[in-house]
């Protein structure tokens, strides 16, 4: 291919549609978290013990964690077969629908059983959805950029979840603010029908977007693998091992945004729309700080400003937790900024580009999903493993739990090959001579036979 014929580079509007689609993706997961945290319990699981009743609600929100592997395996599958763009768009499309769906649920009340078997069934679908969607927005964001700013342009993937869990949260308060008869009839249905809207914006956007130069590339020169993930699975597995480690970091947001939401309001008192608000603060206050940490992971390395995050996390998880446990607002209030805003920001920032980079192009889409699914399975039943424990002891066996996931991220994270400045073509040498390696291993075999 000539220089000419080079494919065209669209960084700007690969962030923005990696932005709009992953809004809409945790926006509707999130919401899903708020619900579980505060409603779900009284519409769903009526017939236990409130406290039960809350850890099956949690239960249903670590169900959409199960279904994120195999979501991310099949459509990254396509997504490394067919394009990186078709593969976003049925993101979008199944997410968006799985969300209007729950807001239509009938309660346990009107059809009994069958309406938590239900939720569970659409909460497998979002989670089938999610699986995919930040490995694609990823892999088509680094695909578009420039070496030199890989990490800038793919952070807005995480504006983009900042975004979604703030829009969820907002949308919320009024919510949560409702007398509990109109919340428990038709209120907690209203967040989930507005992501239509968030919908046909991000499909709009994606629509107009080029597929990669480096898939079209790839394609072009028939390099399109069968079964990527075979490829995965025999050449780049211990990348994938590396990713799922520094994945379960994912934690650590989990805990703020689901469990500690509902430790907070239910078991010290804190007033629902106050918590929420400072939830949403945070979390907004995210959207500044992230590019900023992608941007200088371009500069002086992913790892580096990926240890920040790991360290004041897994320190910080201490003094934050007990802070909650203390029912003083404003002291929560900036604890929370200061962990999620400020040491948590500095994972997101990087992630998205770190991950990515660990994978050759045949099969980045296929390898990242399978990694980062596969660690956040821990985080997906956090508040689930949270509100267990807090029963037995309170909030310090949380913090240990918090803690003890940063030793693992943290060791990942170590092993990690730096990639800031690597070249796509560098990116590819481990898979490329690994492949090599393989073949001339079968070759020589098949000449001794």
């Known amino acids: 291919m000539t220089d000419n014929e080079t494919p065209k580079r669209t960084p700007v509007k690969a962030a923005l549609a990696s932005l709009l689609g992953s809004t809409l993706e945790y926006y509707d997961f999130f919401i899903y978290g708020a619900a579980a945290a505060l409603v779900f319990n009284h519409l769903f699981f009526t017939d236990v013990d409130p406290a039960v009743g809350l850890i099956a609600s949690f239960a249903t929100f670590g169900v959409g964690y199960i279904a994120r592997p195999l979501g991310g395996l099949v459509i990254g599958h396509f ?9 976003l768009l049925t993101c979008l499309l199944l997410m968006g629908a799985s969300s209007f769906l729950i807001g239509c649920l009938p309660t346990y009340e009107a059809v009994g059983i069958w309406a938590p078997i239900m939720l569970t069934v659409l909460r497998l679908a979002q989670g089938f959805s999610a699986g995919a969607e930040s ?8 695909e578009h950029s420039p070496t030199n700013r890989r990490g800038f342009f793919s952070s807005f993937l995480s504006v983009g979840i900042a975004s979604g869990s703030v829009l969820a949260t907002v949308v919320f308060i009024p919510v949560a603010a409702l007398p509990d008869e109109a919340l428990y009839s038709w209120g907690w249905r209203v967040p989930f029908w507005i992501s239509v809207v968030v919908v046909a ?6 629509t107009r977007l080029e597929e990669t130069p480096v898939f079209q590339e790839i394609a072009e020169e028939d390099e399109v693998r069968n079964l990527p993930i075979k490829d995965v699975v025999r050449y780049q597995f211990p990348s994938v091992i590396r990713v799922m480690g520094a994945t379960t970091m994912g934690v650590m947001q989990s805990l703020v945004t689901v469990f500690v939401l509902a430790y907070a ?38 790892r580096p400003v990926t240890f920040i995050a790991v360290v004041g996390c897994g320190l910080g998880i201490f003094p934050y937790l007990w802070i909650v446990s203390t029912g003083n607002a404003i002291a929560i209030a900036v604890a929370t900024v200061v962990f999620l805003s400020l040491f948590y920001s500095c994972r997101e920032g990087v992630w998205p580009a770190f991950y990515a980079e660990q994978f050759a192009a045949p099969v980045r889409y296929s390898g990242m999903a399978l990694g980062n699914q596969l660690g956040n399975l821990i985080a997906g039943f956090a508040p689930l493993i949270a509100a267990s424990l807090v029963v037995i002891g309170g909030w310090v066996p ?27 073509q560098r990116l590819d040498e481990p898979y490329e001579t690994a492949r090599a390696n393989h073949t001339g291993r079968a070759a020589t075999n098949s000449l001794t036979k």
Do not use: C, H, W
């Not at 914006?201 to 994606?206: D, G, K, Q, S, W």
């Not at 008192?269 to 200088?296: E, F, K, N, Q, S």
């Not at 949380?398 to 400045?421: D, K, L, N, P």
């Open 79 to 87: 997504g490394d077969r067919l394009g990186r763009k078709r593969a």
């Open 135 to 142: 490995a694609g927005a990823s892999t088509l964001t680094v």
């Open 201 to 206: 914006v991000a499909y709009f956007v994606r």
């Open 265 to 302: 309001t239910q078991n010290v008192g804190v007033d629902r729309p106050a918590m929420l608000t400072i939830i949403a603060v945070a979390t907004g206050l995210m959207t500044i700080v992230v590019p900023l940490a992608g941007r200088l992971s371009d500069r002086v390395g992913r």
């Open 398 to 424: 949380v913090a240990v739990f918090g803690a003890g996931v940063a030793v693992i991220a943290g060791t990942a994270v170590y092993f990690m090959r730096e990639t800031s400045s690597l070249t796509p």
